[in-house]
């Protein structure tokens, strides 16, 4: 990364209240050009707000955006042409098959015909797609629904992704599968993912933010953030669970192949 060019993506005292109730609070980080990053906390904790401010679906109450350098509340366009974005739950239309839906998300960012044709090749090839392209998005398994999802995110060739639980609800094997793509991606990309599953972290990611109760805990390296202690013992320690009080049983951070996660969606 050249030192003088701005981060990737940046959040500055990002905050988000509705009435008395603060969503995030002083949120504050950036995620220079060439990383995956991580984007790590318990469910509720802030995670999906702060993506949607990033990317341009929600106002700040407080703070800014910046995606590229660029403000994303005063010049959302032109941030948005360069920016993926997978939400948890992304925009497909199960009726349509997948390259009528990358048809008509092509055409609805102003992809002239050639430029589109070619680049739905490379996003087929990209995302593996070629053996389900002519088949109703309804009658996909979740793994392909979601590669369908990414290859949307990637059609306008974007420099910077920033992708919300890519893997919720996947079985073991479409989850290795899914971070394969993000590791492929990420040799060429900026790549952002939100996640609570700890093995996320450890498989794809060179940064770590997490975040809690709507604030930044940490911001680093997974060694870093590992210490001597591991990552489970860290996220423990800095979700405020490490406090000698009895806990519930594991669930989704650190077992990731759990019946709960299985039906997270």
Request: one cysteine or more; a negative charge; charged letters at 25%.
């Amino acid at each position: 990364m050249d030192p003088k060019s701005p981060p990737a993506i940046e959040a500055v005292g990002l905050s988000k209240f509705y009435e008395s109730f603060a969503a995030i609070r002083d949120v504050t980080f950036s995620v220079p050009s060439g990383q995956v990053a991580a984007f790590l906390g318990p469910n509720g904790a802030g995670k999906s707000t702060t993506l949607k401010i990033l990317t341009g679906y929600l106002t700040p109450s407080e703070g800014k955006a910046r995606i590229g350098g660029l403000d994303v509340s005063e010049r959302r366009i032109e941030a948005a042409e360069r920016l993926g974005y997978l939400p948890e739950n992304g925009p497909l239309y199960p009726e349509m098959t997948p390259l009528e839906l990358l048809n008509f998300f092509g055409e609805a960012r102003g992809l002239e015909a050639s430029r589109l044709k070619e680049r739905i090749d490379v996003v087929v090839a990209q995302c593996r797609l070629d053996s389900v392209i002519e088949k109703p998005i309804h009658k996909l398994s979740k793994g392909y629904r979601q590669r369908v999802g990414m290859a949307q995110a990637l059609l306008h060739e974007p420099d910077i992704l920033v992708m919300d639980e890519p893997t919720s609800g996947l079985d073991p094997n479409q989850i290795r599968e899914v971070r394969e793509l993000i590791r492929r991606l990420g040799e060429t990309k900026t790549v952002l993912i939100s996640t609570h599953i700890l093995q996320e972290v450890e498989a794809i990611a060179d940064h770590v933010i997490l975040i809690n109760e709507g604030r930044v805990a940490f911001d680093g390296s997974p060694v870093e953030m590992a210490g001597g202690e591991g990552l489970e013992a860290a996220f423990y320690r800095l979700t405020g669970k490490a406090t000698g009080a009895p806990e519930a049983a594991p669930s989704a951070p650190i077992a990731e192949e759990t019946a709960s996660e299985s039906s997270a969606l």
